[in-house]
């Protein structure tokens, strides 16, 4: 490609809407163009990243087995109500009407329409094992669309949905996907880590999400270095740190503390470790048919240098529907505004959940349910009823595995795949059967695989970046190689030159740049620094007389000189060493 | 490809709602699947097709100096609303409000968006020309959709957008893309003319369509074979048949045509040629803001034989908003109801434009505004004043070509490709302007052409099929051979055979699939017509004793057998034959 038949717009200011690096880079380097709030034109220079990374998607798709298909933007409402997602969704699913009034959904996600395909051209047990997937648009109407293509409302997606005969065979399909995803990251050139996740709305057993590892990212993902034990901070799970209760020796004794609604300063004030605290979270569960007298409050405990983890929380029976309790409320039932609450005394009964490490430890301080007071010295089974007992804590590096082989660290991650164990939520809803050996009809087992495309531009950038630009892993770089010419019109050795190794390297299938605009050195070499095009040649006459090519990898602090005869074996050898073995 | 690792799934039957043979064919051969009323999945073995069909476009629209971006489905409101087009489009075009109440478009174009980039981004003079392309979904809420692709909802077209800094570079982007999108078609393999048409609503100068030819066509295609003259029938220019008008020889006679409402049978019951009579037309136009007074009656004449073109109509100063006048308006104005209307007596004034032809006709016949008679022998400037002169027919075949180089006949077609000289009609209404050499703000000359990438598909099967299925040309046919081995399971030398052929194919760059589904011969042939499939190898112990394969061109009628040594040439040169020089 030459830089004067495609279309290079770069800005030396990032938009003040960009908060984060890869949006501002993105921006600044003309690869997207903002249309509307979460909305985006792909440049020229950002199309061709994300074809990039759709190739490599599908090609390992397809290498897994599985077949691309391309289901509608525009899907009827039927589909979404035979499974109860049309009410269930949310306003993050925009809604459209037809001219005749009826009822549309702009795709968020395909399950209900790939089930109406299964169900009806899947009939034999023959027929499986089958994977369908396709690279389409989608549209999610954000609450507060930002960082560019990270949460964007339009976006790709790889949607892929397996369809099995039984569980073993849709663990298999899973595996398959999930060794595949493994295989994409790998060639994407991207520092990732797949963790267990919490299945969410989606419904279905098992899952894991991937997440490219960003210091930046939005998640916490949790992994014991000792082993491969890895989950998300919603799915990891929290042990006992303490690994039996301690006898009670201290009384239970009510005591001032005035001023002191925090954990932390009621440990500095009685100059006790903050590990000796208990904090106090109440929850409010409506039952909606009874009203006010369906009204029930919960009080979850945990160590005061703990946090509640709300997905393990909703996850106890009865506090699927849980919201936190408003401060009415709370006075209400433990007569105490929040700041002094415990288990001890409240007003009204609530019901009780202390996290395991709460519930082991002895001797702890936990509010009194009156201003300016604490308990010391409480013990469950004296002071308290023995509690209800659930990992609801988020947990902390340091923490023990939970596979008893190390201790956990967390780092940041940005989640671009998901892979879903959906067994039969799907296939239930819509009737989505085929014919056994025996002739009758079974459930189709049903497994489903995301992965945001676009998004994965964003989180390669958040990994991959440094003050002078983007810095991209050379299999989705926009180019390969970039050709600087120095004075191309002055000179002709540097011209000819310059045409040679370029057609020299489209020959041998590199993806080159040669930016022929006639831009001042340091402008140019901005520009591609900023687009991070990983291989650079600059071809000036200095080196010509000396006949040597400058070369300057892009992360490179210095250029190396390489003979002219040598470049295009040398920059074949930087790409083949860029390579992951596939 | 296997097909066991792909997914084919063909009917015997087409459901009911697929009227013409492209839909039928694709339904039956499993290409795509009905998600809604003109909203499909493309099944895997359409999307390969779609995918050929949009690789093909792309490769010549970059060679073509286009540049591929890709902008959203859904696009704000206030750059429709900037053009006007928010309130002009009509219900083709589908409104969505997001979650804080704010209008989108589904787009079926991108005028206004892509004006947008351009008015941003292109600065100076230095940047053009550019032309910017991308391929993407389209939604158009069509009233009444139906025939598959030919017509869906949702479809995919490929639009591309030209900017120059005047009209003559402008014309110069427009015959690159003319040239373009010939050897698209050419490539594509498929029987296509390119029509001078008419702008339609999209604004600007000068047109041409690009259609498929196929005697199930919608549209009527008018050329001279003696010539280059080519143009849709809108647009096709009809000349006077009559070169100058002869004197008047008869006199003006009322005559009985009792129950003669029709120009044939008053022809006939007089026994003169239809050629000597002129058929009228009403049309009403409404000056709104006057309301009943500002209605003004038109009165449109045509000879007999020939039939009224409402597009050049509506081009007659005065006629833009047109509309048939309703029967209580015509006998207001004529005193009598339809089928005896003529220039002479109306009740009140009419407006009168004789077809070109008409004006130049002496003694003829025409209604008397009294019901069962007609005059004969009617003349201009004797009997009428000399009317206004427009041409307003449709021309037929056999008409005097208008560059005078021979006569017309006309085809049917279906339009798959349009180029547009648009002007500067949307950078106007956007302000899209540039900084010319002097500095000084031009409005920048847009052109722009589309390509119903999904269209192609179904008019690709209307001029390319038999009673089995579907003759894909070898460019965009879903795999190039397909290798059918006759028991497979049973003779080794079948498999072996089979494995080898199928590795060389697969080795030299062709496009095979080898179907070891196991089906029965009949069966499996039958499948591989009706997909279409340009070249079949089949495998089996009888030809292979004889060291021999079997193959057949999807329009062959007899198999001829082909040693096993040379099969994979064989197939080459055939593939090679099916080339279109690029």
Known sequence: MRATRFFIST???????????????????????????????????????????E??????????????????????????????????????????????????????TSEEVMTDVARTEIRSYRQLPVNFYHIQTKFRDERRPRFGLMRSREFTMKDAYSFDRDPAGMQQSYQLMYDAYTRIFQR?????????????????????????????????????????????MEAAEGVPLLAERAAAKAELSKTATPGKAKCEDVAALLNIPLQQ?????????????????????????????????????????????????????????????PGYLGPINTKKPVRIVADRTVANMADFVCGANEADFHFTGANWGRDIPEPQVADIRNVVAGDPSPDGKGVLAIQRGIEVGHVFQL?????????????????KPQLLQM????????????????????????????????????????GMDRSEAVKTETEALYQALLAAGVDV???????????????????????????????????????????????????????????????????VAG
């Not at 459209?96 to 009034?101: A, E, L």
């Not at 267990?196 to 992994?223: K, Q, R």
């Not at 489903?448 to 002078?468: M, P, S, W």
Request: hydrophobic share 40%.
């Open 277 to 337: 605290t208990v904090k106090s979270i109440v929850l409010t569960v409506e039952d909606e048919e009874k009203g006010e007298a369906g009204k029930q409050l919960w009080l979850l405990l945990l160590r005061g240098d703990h946090e509640l983890n709300e997905v393990k929380t909703g996850k106890i029976p009865g506090l699927a529907n849980y919201r936190f309790a408003s401060e009415s409320e709370i006075i209400e039932w433990f007569g105490t505004p």
């Open 513 to 579: 740049i040669l930016d022929d605009r006639g831009e001042r050195p340091g402008a140019m070499f901005a520009d591609w620094e900023l687009i991070g095009v990983p291989h650079r040649v600059v071809i000036g006459d200095r080196g010509l007389k000396e006949g040597k090519l400058e070369y300057l990898g892009r992360r490179d602090s210095e250029a190396s000189n390489v003979p002219v005869t040598e470049m295009l074996a040398f920059i074949q050898s930087k790409l083949a060493g860029n390579q």
């Open 423 to 439: 067994g039969t939520s799907y296939s239930q809803a819509m009737k989505a059967t085929f014919l056994d050996e025996n002739g």
């Open 55 to 108: 190739n490599i998607v599908r090609e390992e798709m397809n290498r897994a087995g599985a077949v691309e298909m391309l289901m509608p933007v525009i899907q009827p409402a039927e589909y979404w109500q035979e499974t109860g997602r049309w009410d269930k969704f949310g306003p993050l699913m925009m809604r459209v009407k037809d001219r005749h009034g009826r009822d549309y959904v702009i795709q968020p």
């Open 188 to 232: 994407l050139g991207l520092q990732f880590r797949a963790v267990a996740a919490d299945n969410g709305d989606i419904g279905g057993s098992g899952s894991h999400e991937f997440h490219v590892i960003a210091e930046t990212g939005e998640d916490a993902l949790v992994y014991c270095p000792s082993s491969d034990y890895a989950a998300n």
């Open 11 to 53: 800005l030396k200011e990032a938009p003040a809407d960009a908060e984060i690096v890869s949006h501002k880079l993105m921006m600044r380097a003309g690869m997207i163009k903002r249309l509307g709030s979460g909305i985006y034109n792909y440049m020229p220079m950002g199309l061709r990243i994300i074809r990039k990374v």
């Open 447 to 486: 497994g489903c695989y995301g992965i945001g495309v676009t998004r994965i531009l964003g989180a390669a950038i958040e990994q991959n970046f440094d003050d002078k630009g983007i810095v991209w892993p050379a299999s989705i770089a926009p180019f390969e190689v970039v050709i600087c010419p120095m």
